[in-house]
């Protein structure tokens, strides 16, 4: 009897005990130096390293864009078939950071600090819609809509039109420009040491958190133009009003005017932080420049040449290679290679936005009648000299440019070339570019010749393509993530109808090319 009663006690001294246990379990295994949450600043930080990570400065899409070529390991063009890297990344990328700043925004809310906190809030929904302005311009039709409603069951997102998704974006942002014109209160703690666009004085320009708001209001005015004229050949009215709004109330809405407004990401310059062209370059020299880049800087005379490449090792001269050429050059030191000011520094940078664009741009918006500040010419001429700003031509140079052979003839043509030289290093955007508008176009013999109608196709998509006589273009798009295929199948089916080999086909919506397939 005793022993029962020694076992029930016992028993019941454990149960104590563990019940005892399992009450402290939290307090006792957690760390008191511990962060509950990571604060605002770091997650701000580390949302824009990642993307710019991904979306900063791809030499794949520089390939597309008529900058670069492989001169190693050529490209066939058949290497878009669905993964999870590459392409894939950014799409990843881009859904993870969105989520990580919507945490930020909802803490903010929970907090009741919006007002000691609207700095933050705002940025973190500017970048929002950064990243997903970047997957509709990359992929096309998207998840948006459903894309975060997973604590409501939704898991298996519906895709939206890139029609309907970019018209979101430049809603959202209009709401954001006007959130960063009502102004904040001097309480605001700003964004923090890890605002690595404009506060961070590593990397950033290190202004304090009030000049660092008002470079960011720049930042979302010009994306607003940015992105209105991206889709201005399916949505004219939305454009026009876009433009004359932001030009013509500089003061509400602030736009990048000048180089010391423009927006680059500057690498720390240490591992794994190297600036990516500089960090490609310490393994690989697989890419070298492109022919049709090469030429036409040496046609235009363009002072510039001489910042966006080197001379070519073997004698001196400066010689693009075809980007998917037959066969591999006889001597890749023949050919030459990106600029110094582009590769060669592990602090470099990766441009966001470039201020040339925004009188690109105005030029533009001039040239189809709209009301703007300037004339097509002027905003032209100006886009040009801050283009050479941008690159460090003298003035004298660019002047010379001006009045020679760059000098304004008053066409679209004149105004798209000069715009994509200027986006140099920005391939997706110049890719966009090209999409939007034809250009540049130039005749290569042994791919095409001009049409019936006198129009010329660009060396692209290379003599050893695998679909030469099926696709007479560079990708339409990016291909959609194997993930989506394994998980989210019958939505992304749906969306990829028309699309064929995973790139090309249909074209995504604001492209409005006949002439390529």
């Not at 864009?65 to 001169?71: H, L, N, P, Q, R």
């Not at 039709?141 to 975060?148: C, D, G, L, Q, R």
């Not at 309480?187 to 964004?191: A, E, H, K, V």
């Not at 506060?199 to 202004?207: D, F, I, R």
């Given at each position: ?22 009450s ?18 770091n997650m ?37 078939t669905p ?42 929904m ?8 970047n ?15 997973g ?16 018209k979101?974006v ?10 960063f ?5 001097s ?5 923090g ?27 979302c005015?010009?994306?607003?133009l ?6 201005v ?27 010391d ?53 073997t ?6 290679y ?14 030459s ?5 582009f590769?060669d ?18 030029a ?22 801050t ?14 440019y001006?009045e ?30 090209y ?9 290569h013999?042994?791919i ?19 679909y ?50």
């Open positions: 009897m005793k022993s029962i009663f020694k076992t029930i006690a016992l028993s019941a001294s454990m149960m104590f005990m563990l019940s005892a246990c399992t402290d379990f939290e307090e006792i295994n957690t760390d008191p130096d511990a962060f509950t949450s990571a604060p605002y600043t701000l930080g580390y949302v824009i390293t990642e993307g710019m990570q991904q979306w900063g400065t791809s030499l794949d899409v520089c390939q597309w864009a008529g900058y670069v070529s492989e001169v190693q390991y050529l490209n066939n063009y058949e290497g878009y993964t999870n890297n590459t392409y894939g990344n950014r799409w990843y990328n881009s859904y993870w950071g969105y989520t990580q700043l919507q945490d930020i925004i909802d803490r903010i809310a929970v907090d009741g600090a919006s007002e000691d906190y609207k700095q933050m809030r705002d940025v973190a500017l970048w929002q819609n950064y990243l997903m302005y997957v509709a311009n990359a992929f096309g039709p998207i998840p948006y809509s459903e894309a975060f409603k604590k409501e069951g939704v898991l298996q997102s519906k895709y939206d039109s890139d029609e309907v998704v970019l979101a430049l809603e959202n942002l209009k709401t954001i420009a006007d959130s014109a009502n102004g904040y209160t309480s605001d703690y700003g964004l040491i890890s605002d690595f666009l404009f506060t961070n004085p590593a990397v950033g320009k290190g202004l304090n958190k009030d000049d660092a708001i008002k470079k960011w209001q720049k930042f005015n010009s994306l607003r940015r992105i209105a004229m991206r889709i050949n399916k949505a004219p009215e939305i454009t026009k009003a876009t433009c004359e709004e932001i030009f013509n109330n500089p003061t509400q809405y602030p736009y990048v005017q000048s180089i407004d423009q927006v680059y990401f500057w690498w720390q310059g240490t591992r794994p932080y190297f600036e990516p062209w500089y960090n490609n370059s310490v393994t690989r020299d697989d890419d070298g420049m492109a022919d049709i880049f090469i030429d036409h800087l040496k046609k235009m005379n363009d002072p510039r040449l001489f910042v966006y490449a080197k001379p070519a090792k004698d001196g001269e400066y010689r693009g075809e980007n998917g050429a037959s066969l591999n050059p006889a001597n890749i030191h023949a050919i290679r990106i600029g110094a000011m590769r520094n592990a602090s470099g940078f990766s441009p966001l936005y470039k201020a040339s664009e925004t009188y690109y741009m105005m533009e918006a001039a040239l189809r009648g709209w009301n703007v500040p300037m004339s097509a010419e002027e905003a032209y001429n100006k886009g040009v000299l283009s050479m700003a941008e690159n460090e031509v003298s003035d004298e140079n660019a002047k010379a001006l020679g052979p760059g000098k304004f003839d008053g066409s679209f043509d004149m105004l798209y070339f000069e715009q994509w030289v200027s986006m140099f290093k920005e391939g997706i955007e110049a890719w966009s570019l999409r939007r508008t034809g250009f540049p176009t130039y005749i013999s042994s095409s010749a001009p049409d019936d109608k006198g129009k010329v196709y660009p060396k692209y998509p290379g003599a050893r393509s695998a030469k006589g099926i696709h007479n273009d560079v990708p339409f798009r990016f291909p959609y993530p194997n993930n989506q295929f394994s998980y989210n199948r019958a939505n992304v089916t749906e969306a990829s109808q028309g699309i064929e080999n995973y790139v090309w086909g249909k074209q995504v919506w604001w492209d409005t090319r006949t002439d390529v397939h």
